[in-house]
């Protein structure tokens, strides 16, 4: 099992930033794949920016080129660094790991993030 642990996350006017953090704890050795999703009120989960381990990320083209995602293995953490924030950024932002075994994920609890106009 693998437990996340999201951080980070708040109210901040649109154009600004803030710095989501994820630590892993548990049989971190099985994870391949940490990122994070987002679900807005009404909206389905969507990915907003992955990486594997090899360092391959997947990033929504959406927030691609204002959000940053990386990660320390020493740490077990992944980051996602979000810039020039907008409105329709608006979410509750989930942590993901994936395992090197068929099915295995699991998810934080969620952080909220708020981005004002």
């Known amino acids: 099992q693998v437990q996340l642990r999201e951080s980070g996350g708040g109210l901040v006017q649109a154009g600004g930033s803030l710095r989501l953090s994820c630590a892993a704890s548990?049989?971190?050795?099985?994870?391949?794949?940490m990122g994070w999703y987002r679900q807005a009120p009404g909206n389905r989960r969507e990915l907003v920016a992955v990486?594997?381990?090899?360092?391959?990320?997947n990033i929504a083209s959406s927030v691609e080129g204002r959000f940053t995602i990386s990660r320390d293995n020493g740490k077990n953490t992944v980051y996602l660094q979000m810039n020039s924030l907008k409105p329709e950024d608006t979410a509750v932002y989930y942590c993901?790991?994936?395992?090197?075994?068929?099915?295995?994920?699991?998810w934080g609890q969620g952080t909220q993030v708020t981005v004002s106009s």
């Open positions: 548990g049989s971190i050795s099985s994870i391949d794949v």
């Open positions: 993901n790991a994936v395992g090197d075994e068929i099915g295995s994920t699991w």
């Open positions: 990486m594997n381990n090899n360092g391959r990320t």
